[in-house]
């Protein structure tokens, strides 16, 4: 079996797809499925567009002889960018609260009452 380089890029993004639409069909309520979806995907196509930006901004230092050019700056860019991502993902998802724990909550409130 030959290796390609982004195999594993490719099941990464099969595994987070997958969780992504479970996540989607099973917190977000009937009317708006679709519409979180198409934004998954919108999202989706936005990394695919910041990924091009970031080659083109960093064409110039990306040479044939990785001695002559600065790539590390597209890698400390996209580092920089990640974290970024990341920290805005840990203040959303501190403040999500799941489906069930809501349901939970409520039937805990309708016997307290």
Do not use: P, W
């Not at 479970?22 to 499925?33: A, D, M, P, R, T």
């Not at 198409?38 to 064409?59: E, R």
């Not at 230092?61 to 860019?77: R, S």
């Not at 991502?85 to 805990?108: E, G, P, T």
């Amino acid at each position: 079996m030959k290796y390609d380089k982004n195999n594993f890029k490719n099941l990464a993004e099969c595994f987070i797809n997958i969780s992504c639409l479970n996540l989607f069909y099973s917190e977000v309520s009937e009317g708006v499925k679709s519409s979180v979806q198409a934004l998954f995907l919108l999202t989706s196509s936005f990394g695919a567009g910041l990924s091009a930006l970031f080659t083109v901004v960093f064409d110039r230092y990306i040479t044939t002889d990785l001695n002559d050019g600065h790539l590390e700056y597209l890698f400390i860019c996209l580092a920089v960018t990640t974290f970024t991502a990341f920290m805005i993902f840990l203040l959303v998802s501190r403040k999500f609260i799941y489906r069930a724990d809501r349901l939970n909550d409520k039937k805990l409130e309708i016997e307290l009452k």
